[in-house]
């Protein structure tokens, strides 16, 4: 198994289509066995799940994300934990032990300065979502 966690200063970042930086996470017989960090070097949106799929990525753990990228990770064949929040080690641990708080409802949210931005209802002028 290897998981990504959208990631930022330790922490599940919350705009998935912004995503600098995941975190990997192999993981065999229930234990992480190996973790780095690895940039997206611009990629963006829907081109994060090429990205994630590229890297053998089958499970993400992320906060918001927009409906096109659902769509992207689903067809690339990657299991969703949206709406995440806290510590991204703490959250693979916890989702290897059952116990994981996700919301599987959530939609990106966008934050101060994204004008016009709402992938939730998809009016995303000069963005592309998903």
Do not use: W
């Not at 190996?34 to 090429?50: K, M, P, W």
């Not at 994630?52 to 769509?71: E, H, K, P, Y």
């Not at 209802?121 to 998903?130: D, K, N, P, R, V």
Request: hydrophobic fraction near 35%; include cysteine; glycine fraction near 16%.
């Amino acid at each position: 198994m290897k998981i990504a966690v959208t990631y930022e200063n330790g922490l599940v970042f919350q705009h998935f289509g912004h995503t600098a930086q995941f975190k990997l996470y192999q993981v065999e017989n229930g234990q992480v066995q190996q973790a780095e960090i690895v940039d997206t070097n611009g990629s963006g949106h829907g081109a994060l799940a090429g990205f994630l799929s590229q890297r053998g990525v089958d499970t993400l753990i992320c906060g918001g994300i927009g409906g096109g990228a659902r769509t992207a990770l689903e067809q690339a064949g990657i299991q969703l934990y949206p709406g995440v929040n806290g510590s991204a080690d703490r959250a693979v641990e916890d989702l290897l032990a059952g116990r994981l708080q996700f919301d599987a409802n959530t939609l990106c949210s966008h934050h101060a300065g994204e004008e016009h931005h709402n992938c939730g209802e998809h009016h995303c002028a000069g963005h592309s979502c998903g």
